[in-house]
C-alpha cells in the first residue's frame, strides 16, 4: 500500500470552501420538509412511504408541533455552524446524528448516497484543526501549514471503493438488474475498473474521471461531494516561476492584511509570493504614479509586469493551483470592465467592513516574516 502515499495538495482554504458548500447543503436537507409544509398537498410522496403514519412520514407532518419543527431548525443551525467551521467537529456528530435519526423517513436518496453523507462528516472529525476560513481560527490560532494528511484522503477512496463493491452486490438482485440491465452493466463494469485501479498513484486522475462518471449516471448528489473530496488539487498545479514574485498591498487595510494572510495559507510553492506595503522603498523602486494605484492591490510578476485591480486577484488564484486556478479560470470568461467595477466598490466599503490596522505588516508566525520586504 505504500503507493497510496501520493500530495494531494489539499489547504485549509480549499478545505473550508468544500466545508461551507457541504454544511449548507445539509442544512438544506434538515429545511426542506419544513418549508415543503406550506406545499404538502402538492408535493410528491414517495409511494414507499405513503403507507407510514403521519406522525413519521416527514411530508406529513403537521409542524404546529413544538418538538419536530424545533429538532429540524435545530440540525439544520448545527449545519450552518459546521459549514462556517464554528465548532465544527462538535456539530458534526451532531449532524451526523440528526441524519442517522431520519434518513429513513424522508432523504430522498438512496442508502449508498447516504453513506457517503456519513463518511464526509466521519472524516472531518479527524481532519487537522484551524484552516484558513474557519470562524474560530485568529491570528494565534490559524494553522497557515493545514493540510489533508494523505493516509485520511486515502481513507476516503478506500471508503468510495467500497461504497462501489456493496452496488456490484447489489445489483445481483435480478429485480435491479432487469430495470435497466445496459446501465446497470456500465456501471458495474466502471465500479470494478475503479476497484482495480484506485489504488495505483500515477493512474489516480483518470481513476478519479471513472469515479466522476459512475457517480454522475449511477448514483445521487451525495456521492457527488464524496467524489470532490476524493479530487486532489495539486492535479491543477500553480505557476512556477524563476524569479521573485512581489504583491504590494495597502498596509493600513484590514481587509488587504486578510488576504496576504490568505496567500500565505494557499501558497505551497517552491517559490512563494513575497509581499511589501504600497508606498515602501521597496515600492517606490518601480517609479508608477501614485494617483493610478490608489485602493489596490498592485503584482510585480516575473517577467517585472505590473499587474492591478481584478487582473492582479486573477493572477494570484492563477498561482496558487488547485481549485483556486480553475476558479481563476472561470473569472477570466467575466469581462476585465464588470470585474473591475466589483473591485472598486469593495476598495471603497472595506474601511467599514474590517478596521483599519495599526501595523503596516500582518501578524503571521516566525517563517513567515521573512517573505515581507520593505528595501
Given at each position: 500500500?505504500a503507493?497510496?502515499?501520493?500530495?494531494n495538495?489539499?489547504?485549509?482554504?480549499?478545505y473550508?470552501?468544500?466545508?461551507?458548500?457541504?454544511?449548507?447543503?445539509?442544512?438544506?436537507?434538515?429545511?426542506?420538509?419544513?418549508?415543503?409544509?406550506?406545499?404538502?398537498?402538492?408535493?410528491?410522496?414517495?409511494?414507499?412511504?405513503?403507507?407510514?403514519?403521519?406522525?413519521?412520514?416527514?411530508?406529513?407532518w403537521?409542524?404546529?408541533?413544538?418538538?419536530?419543527?424545533t429538532?429540524?431548525?435545530?440540525?439544520?443551525?448545527?449545519?450552518?455552524?459546521?459549514?462556517?467551521?464554528?465548532?465544527d467537529?462538535?456539530?458534526?456528530?451532531?449532524?451526523?446524528?440528526?441524519l442517522?435519526?431520519?434518513?429513513?423517513?424522508?432523504?430522498?436518496?438512496?442508502?449508498?448516497?447516504?453513506?457517503?453523507?456519513?463518511?464526509?462528516?466521519?472524516?472531518?472529525?479527524?481532519?487537522?484543526?484551524?484552516?484558513?476560513?474557519?470562524?474560530?481560527?485568529?491570528?494565534?490560532?490559524?494553522?497557515?501549514?493545514?493540510?489533508?494528511?494523505?493516509?485520511?484522503h486515502?481513507?476516503?477512496?478506500?471508503?468510495?471503493?467500497?461504497?462501489?463493491?456493496?452496488?456490484?452486490?447489489?445489483?445481483?438482485?435480478?429485480?435491479?438488474?432487469?430495470?435497466?440491465?445496459?446501465?446497470?452493466?456500465?456501471?458495474?463494469?466502471?465500479?470494478?475498473?475503479?476497484?482495480?485501479?484506485?489504488?495505483?498513484?500515477?493512474?489516480?486522475?483518470?481513476?478519479?474521471?471513472?469515479?466522476?462518471?459512475?457517480?454522475?449516471?449511477?448514483?445521487?448528489?451525495?456521492?457527488?461531494?464524496?467524489?470532490?473530496?476524493?479530487?486532489?488539487?495539486?492535479?491543477?498545479?500553480?505557476?512556477?516561476?524563476s524569479?521573485?514574485?512581489?504583491?504590494?498591498?495597502?498596509?493600513?487595510?484590514?481587509?488587504?492584511?486578510?488576504?496576504?494572510?490568505?496567500?500565505?495559507?494557499?501558497?505551497?510553492?517552491e517559490?512563494?509570493?513575497s509581499?511589501?506595503?504600497?508606498?515602501?522603498?521597496?515600492?517606490?523602486?518601480?517609479?508608477?504614479?501614485?494617483?493610478?494605484?490608489?485602493?489596490?492591490?498592485?503584482?510585480?510578476?516575473?517577467?517585472?509586469?505590473?499587474?492591478?485591480?481584478?487582473?492582479?486577484?486573477?493572477?494570484?488564484?492563477?498561482?496558487?493551483?488547485g481549485?483556486?486556478?480553475?476558479?481563476?479560470?472561470?473569472?477570466?470568461?467575466?469581462?476585465?470592465?464588470?470585474?473591475?467595477?466589483?473591485?472598486?466598490?469593495?476598495a471603497?466599503?472595506?474601511?467599514?467592513?474590517?478596521p483599519?490596522?495599526?501595523?503596516?505588516?500582518?501578524l503571521v508566525?516566525?517563517?513567515?516574516?521573512?517573505?515581507?520586504i520593505?528595501?
Open positions: 500500500m503507493d497510496l502515499n501520493n500530495n495538495g489539499w489547504t485549509g482554504g480549499q473550508s470552501s468544500y466545508r461551507f458548500l457541504f454544511g449548507c447543503y445539509i442544512a438544506s436537507l434538515f429545511f426542506s420538509p419544513i418549508f415543503l409544509n406550506h406545499f404538502a398537498d402538492s408535493v410528491f410522496i414517495d409511494p414507499e412511504l405513503s403507507h407510514l403514519p403521519k406522525s413519521i412520514n416527514p411530508f406529513l403537521d409542524y404546529s408541533s413544538i418538538f419536530q419543527g429538532l429540524l431548525c435545530i440540525f439544520t443551525i448545527f449545519s450552518l455552524c459546521f459549514a462556517i467551521g464554528l465548532s467537529k462538535i456539530c458534526a456528530l451532531v449532524v451526523f446524528f440528526g442517522t435519526s431520519i434518513s429513513p423517513y424522508y432523504l430522498p436518496y438512496e442508502q449508498l448516497s447516504i453513506d457517503a453523507l456519513y463518511i464526509i462528516l466521519l472524516v472531518h472529525i479527524f481532519t487537522p484543526i484551524n484552516p484558513w476560513g474557519c470562524y474560530l481560527s485568529k491570528d494565534s490560532k490559524l494553522d497557515y501549514k493545514w493540510s489533508l494528511s494523505d493516509k485520511l486515502n481513507c476516503v477512496w478506500i471508503l468510495c471503493a467500497l461504497i462501489y463493491l456493496l452496488d456490484i452486490f447489489s445489483s445481483f438482485s435480478l429485480e435491479l438488474f432487469l430495470a435497466d440491465p445496459s446501465i446497470s452493466l456500465v456501471i458495474n463494469l466502471l465500479e470494478l475498473s475503479y476497484l482495480l485501479s484506485f489504488w495505483h498513484k500515477k493512474t489516480r486522475i483518470y481513476t478519479w474521471v471513472v469515479a466522476l462518471i459512475i457517480t454522475l449516471i449511477g448514483f445521487e448528489a451525495p456521492m457527488l461531494f464524496l467524489v470532490l473530496l476524493m479530487f486532489s488539487p495539486n492535479w491543477i498545479p500553480g505557476k512556477v516561476v524569479k521573485q514574485e512581489i504583491i504590494f498591498y495597502d498596509g493600513n487595510c484590514g481587509l488587504c492584511h486578510n488576504w496576504i494572510k490568505f496567500i500565505l495559507s494557499e501558497d505551497t510553492r517559490s512563494p509570493f509581499f511589501s506595503p504600497l508606498f515602501s522603498e521597496r515600492f517606490n523602486k518601480l517609479n508608477l504614479d501614485p494617483s493610478k494605484i490608489e485602493d489596490s492591490i498592485l503584482i510585480s510578476d516575473s517577467s517585472s509586469n505590473i499587474l492591478t485591480k481584478s487582473r492582479a486577484v486573477i493572477y494570484i488564484l492563477s498561482s496558487l493551483g481549485f483556486w486556478r480553475a476558479l481563476s479560470w472561470l473569472l477570466n470568461l467575466i469581462p476585465s470592465i464588470i470585474l473591475d467595477i466589483g473591485y472598486d466598490f469593495t471603497k466599503i472595506r474601511h467599514h467592513l474590517f483599519k490596522t495599526e501595523s503596516s505588516c500582518p508566525p516566525e517563517p513567515f516574516k521573512s517573505r515581507f520593505t528595501t
